[in-house]
């Protein structure tokens, strides 16, 4: 039957069509989500074709659905194993096989012979990414999904980045995402399903809000940033991204408590990796954040003259016939160099997450230490890089005003400033991690690499995780 010309029938024939096609075995379209509802011995046909790809989503908590197939190819009938509310079966030739579901509850089955299961669950890459919370926001990004063109500066043809990266064109089209975001639960057995989980975000409900925008926020690509509002203070909140039927996550993320000072700069295109919290009071007009625009110009424009004073004389220096080394380019240092400066120019506020409150240390670093050491506390967990900053204590960045509060200081981590020497030229004369700039500047040392260089061998391996840890400042 030719499906298209069904869509020129009364709708009564469509009915009783349906009907007729339900008792008989609906044969499963191609590359076609079909949600349904078993209330026992459902079934459908596999149609003819190469390498099919079967995936199955639960759409409703505590089913006992199960997925059977059985046919011709297949010596055994084959139970579907589900993970998360999600299984899969194949790549296979299916061809005049029957999908036979038992048990009651929605459900949704998708046939592909592509390269891809109609459903996914990404994991472990491609997950949101964490920026920052306050006591009652959040700002989170969705996985990259549009890499901007490499520049190649080559002689004579110097151009590099300008100091405010273009955040004016978005990709044309970019991928619907929508994110789902719930307080945490005990609860872990519900189905990460995109069929699912659009009903258990609270976005919407209530007092919580979320903003979305395209933002380019480094190499990686153009992401979706959610700025979320009316969370509620020193909570663990579980976020996933859904396109279509495709799921990114969980990834977990902690509230600050109730007084937590600082406040959220994110939007800045010379510095458009930041989105976290600094040691500023509320920004202006009652916003959510201070962007661009409102990052007080003391603050703002040395920042961005540093960018382009960096930028000239690696034009001037790096970018020549010389080549300074068969790996990096002038490119490479430029874009560190940004990331580092962004990260101890704008000190990233914090606080100890709930599971570990005395995860700060208590002594404040000497101005001419050069870090603070990951370690561990009693229960072998890793201290965040935190330390206390009184707010009569000399400004790290003498550009920022006086901050009227005490804070808890998120140090950056030194492979900010290690990448910086490592793709810049020697004879830009950069030094970590004592540069003229950053004298007052330490890091967090030996979380991502080792405390004596080691590429991944520090404590953590990474500056935050997908359970709301946060360790040091990447930038
Ligand atoms: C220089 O390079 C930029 C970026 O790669 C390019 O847009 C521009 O057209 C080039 N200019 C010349 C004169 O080749
Ligand atoms: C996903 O987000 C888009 C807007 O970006 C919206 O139109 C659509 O209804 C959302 N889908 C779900 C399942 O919530
Ligand atoms: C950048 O260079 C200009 C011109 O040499 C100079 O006036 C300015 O102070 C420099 N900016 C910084 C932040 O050093
Ligand atoms: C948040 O909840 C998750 C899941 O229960 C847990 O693994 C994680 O450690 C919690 N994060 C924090 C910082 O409490």
Not at 71 to 90: A, D, R, S, Y
Not at 222 to 243: D, F, H
Request: glycine share 8%; with cysteine.
């Amino acid at each position: 039957m030719n499906l298209k010309t069904l869509g020129v029938l009364p709708t009564t024939l469509l009915v009783l069509l349906d009907a007729l096609l339900t008792s008989a075995q609906r044969q499963l379209p191609l590359n076609t989500v079909v949600p349904g509802t078993s209330n026992n011995r459902q079934s459908f046909t596999i149609p003819a074709g190469e390498k099919l790809q079967l995936s199955v989503a639960i759409c409703s908590r505590n089913s006992q659905l199960r997925f059977r197939l059985s046919g011709p190819n297949l010596p055994n009938p084959v139970e579907i194993p589900l993970t998360n509310g999600w299984g899969k079966f194949g790549p296979e030739t299916l061809s005049g096989a029957t999908l036979q579901i038992e048990g009651s509850g929605s459900f949704e089955v998708g046939l592909s012979d592509g390269e891809r299961p109609l459903h996914e669950l990404q994991e472990t890459k491609d997950l949101p990414f964490f920026g920052d919370t306050t006591a009652n926001q959040a700002i989170l990004f969705s996985p990259p999904f549009s890499a901007p063109p490499l520049l190649k500066p080559q002689f004579p043809n110097y151009t590099m980045h300008p100091v405010d990266i273009d955040q004016s064109s978005p990709p044309s089209s970019f991928p619907d995402y929508n994110l789902s975001l719930f307080p945490t639960t005990n609860d872990n057995n519900y189905p990460h399903t995109s069929c699912f989980l659009p009903g258990q975000s609270q976005i919407g409900t209530g007092a919580l809000t979320s903003e979305e925008s395209q933002w380019l926020r480094d190499e990686d690509g153009w992401r979706t940033q959610y700025l979320i509002r009316g969370l509620t203070p020193s909570t663990n909140y579980t976020a996933y991204v859904i396109e279509s039927s495709k799921v990114f996550g969980p990834i977990y993320f902690v509230t600050k408590s109730a007084g937590f000072p600082c406040h959220l700069a994110a939007n800045l295109p010379f510095c458009p990796r930041v989105a976290y919290s600094v040691p500023l009071g509320a920004p202006p007009g009652g916003a959510d954040a201070y962007t661009g625009a409102t990052l007080p110009a003391p603050l703002r424009e040395p920042l961005r003259s540093y960018i382009t004073n960096f930028t000239i004389s690696l034009g001037r220096l790096a970018c020549g016939r010389e080549i300074y080394s068969p790996l990096v380019e002038c490119i490479d240092c430029q874009r560190e160099y940004r990331k580092w400066l962004c990260a101890v120019s704008l000190p990233r506020c914090s606080e100890p997450s709930p599971q570990n409150p005395d995860a700060i240390t208590e002594i404040p670093a000497e101005p001419t230490a050069t870090g603070l050491s990951a370690s561990k506390d009693s229960n072998q967990q890793v201290l965040s890089a935190l330390i206390p900053v009184q707010s009569s204590a000399p400004r790290r960045n003498s550009d920022f005003p006086q901050f009227g509060s005490d804070y808890q200081m998120l140090l950056p981590c030194i492979e900010t400033c290690t990448a910086v020497d490592r793709n810049c030229p020697p004879f830009l004369g950069f030094k970590c991690p004592s540069s003229n700039f950053n004298g007052f500047a330490s890091y967090g040392i030996g979380y991502i690499d080792g405390a004596d260089g080691d590429q991944n061998a520090g404590l953590t391996g990474e500056a935050q995780d997908r359970y709301g840890n946060v360790w040091c400042a990447s930038g």
